[in-house]
Each structure stands twice: as structure tokens, then as C-alpha cells.
């Protein structure tokens, strides 16, 4: 069955997609934090992206967030990847969320 897209969610894709990554990334770990919030299970996926996240932005998480990484015992992986990110481009960014996701991946660097 194919479906007419209307005006006005074609111009909500559009403005979706003039957001940099940066935005659009922050906008779906936005929408994955109110999801849990709202009582709602988080899936693994939405996890994984929260750490995704995290590792490439620790600037902006609260000093409570990152001494619960360390108290959950996370501490020292989250700075392995954390410094091992910050010398990616996006696409071995993202190639490194697969992996995150699916340590089994067999994905190429």
C-alpha cells in the first residue's frame, strides 16, 4: 500500500534534515532520556547510543553521571574509549557505536 506523504511532514523531514549531526544526536538522546523518564523501559539500542554519546561528549555530562560510571565499575573503560574516540572521524565514530552495539560485529577501521 503506498501512501501520500502531506506537505507538512514533508517539510518536518526536511527541517530533520537540516540539523548537523551534532544537533540531531543530541535530539535523539534527548527523546531516549525523556522516554525513560516517563516511566518507560529504555531498549539496549537507546543505551548503547546514551554511552555512544557520552564517550564523545564527557564534557557535558555531570560530574554525579561520571562518579556513577566509576561506581558502577566503568571508570576506566569509559576513558579507554572516550580517548580512542577522540582521534575518529564520524563514520569510524558510528563503525564504533556498531561495534558498541554488537561487540560480535566484524567491522573494518
Known sequence: M?????????TTIQTIHDFDDEQSDFMILSASKWYGDLG?????????FAMWWSVQNPKALTPEYLL???RAGYGDQ????????????RADRLKAGLVMLDPTAKIEF
Open 68 to 70: 556513577q560510571i566509576e
Open 78 to 89: 569509559f576513558k579507554v574509549i572516550k580517548d580512542s574516540m577522540s582521534e575518529f572521524n
Open 40 to 48: 518507560n523501559a529504555r531498549s539496549k539500542e537507546m543505551n548503547v
Open 2 to 10: 503506498h501512501q501520500q506523504i502531506s506537505s507538512s511532514m514533508r
